[in-house]
């Protein structure tokens, strides 16, 4: 019984971290603060001076029937897919956020359902981790679906999913960056399209073009690849964003958009790093037409060279139908002399008899005169 007893406790004790370490209930750390408004309602979340906003995580839907408890409640699941992404933008590195927990703002989840904002956040020191350090900017933002526009119509193109905002300077819901500071900055974006589509961009600051990128593929029955870097250098509050030029199409996930803030020394290797990359895009270029050319020219060759073939076919063909002709005139003229020959023959014959037949009736008048 006694080893029973130590079994059984051993059991419970293993059952007992288990359950812990699987538990969907989580540690929350001391520093955390959790903020809840109910549907339509409007409020603000504020850090003491000397910290700023840390968003840990947000929700606008209903997963919990004891928060803002009326309506219809019986929901556990409903959630917004963009609830986190758009607080954490309008409060990460501020030190007052204003929120509205407004449908309008981040959809209906859920129809039947009464529905709640609820934000879990931290107050950092100001440069804890980057936050909101203005020295430090950098993002990578790309679309999640394809793009289709008229051709003839100017479009900004909104990059509406990041894989990071370092400072939070990129808005993926205009597509538009924000210069925190002043400085040297390096942009760089990416289009792919669609066989015969087009995508011809430009970045602008502040609504000026600074810079092309051409993705020409109205003629090509396959998908390209086209890209541009371009250094800026901007003051704070500078919009910088990619807009088309000419365009119809743009293939989501593989397009992106990108920048950073650079040193001195970064943007001179940029610009060598930007030399060298215009100066490989040519040389492809200059090879990939240079393909085309020879692919040409060897098609042009095959052409001549089938041109040539079928000439020579045709000219045979005749050759052949000519002897044929000729085989067949010596044929029968072969016919016809054999029947010339009897037909001489008979005449000789024919001849020969009339003249027998003449020289017997003469001779046969002069002896009966004699007798």
């Not at 910290?51 to 009326?70: L, Q």
């Not at 556990?76 to 309008?90: A, D, G, P, Q």
């Not at 020879?294 to 052949?320: D, F, G, N, Q, S």
């Amino acid at each position: 019984m006694l080893f029973v007893s130590y079994w059984c406790l051993f059991v419970s004790y293993w059952c007992l971290t288990v359950l812990i370490l699987v538990s969907p209930f989580h540690w929350i750390n001391a520093y955390e603060q959790t903020f809840a408004l109910c549907a339509e309602q409007k409020g603000f979340i504020r850090c003491e001076k000397g910290t700023k906003i840390k968003i840990i995580s947000a929700m606008y839907g209903r997963t919990d029937d004891k928060v803002c408890p009326y309506g219809n409640t019986n929901s556990r699941t409903c959630r917004s897919l963009t609830s986190e992404m758009k607080v954490k933008w309008s409060c990460n590195g501020y030190r007052t956020c204003h929120l509205h927990a407004s449908k309008n703002i981040f959809g209906n989840p859920c129809i039947n359902f009464s529905k709640y904002l609820e934000v879990k956040y931290r107050c950092v020191k100001y440069a804890a981790d980057g936050v909101n350090d203005k020295t430090s900017v950098a993002f990578n933002a790309y679309i999640t679906k394809d793009l289709m526009m008229d051709k003839k119509t100017p479009v900004n193109v909104v990059y509406d999913a990041v894989y990071f905002n370092h400072g939070n300077a990129y808005n993926p819901y205009s597509g538009i960056f924000v210069a925190p500071s002043d400085g040297l900055y390096v942009f760089s974006w990416t289009n792919v399209v669609g066989p015969t589509k087009l995508f011809d961009s430009e970045i602008v600051v502040n609504g000026i073009r600074k810079g092309l990128a051409n993705c020409n593929n109205e003629k090509i029955e396959w998908y390209a690849n086209c890209s541009n870097t371009v250094p800026l250098v901007l003051k704070t509050g500078d919009k910088v964003n990619i807009r088309t030029v000419a365009a119809n199409h743009l293939l989501r996930f593989w397009s992106s958009f990108k920048g950073w803030k650079a040193s001195f020394l970064e943007h001179i290797i940029k610009l060598v790093f930007i030399t060298v990359a215009n100066l490989t895009l040519k040389m492809l270029v200059a090879h990939r037409t240079l393909k085309i050319l020879v692919a040409h020219l060897i098609l042009k060759m095959r052409v001549a060279h089938l041109t040539l073939k079928m000439l020579v076919a045709r000219l045979t063909l005749k050759m052949l139908v000519a002897h044929l002709t000729l085989k067949m005139l010596v044929a029968h003229l072969t016919l016809k002399m054999p029947v010339a020959h009897l037909t001489l023959k008979m005449l000789v014959a024919h001849l020969i008899l009339k003249i027998l037949t003449s020289n017997d009736r003469n001779f046969g008048g002069k002896g009966r005169k004699v007798v």
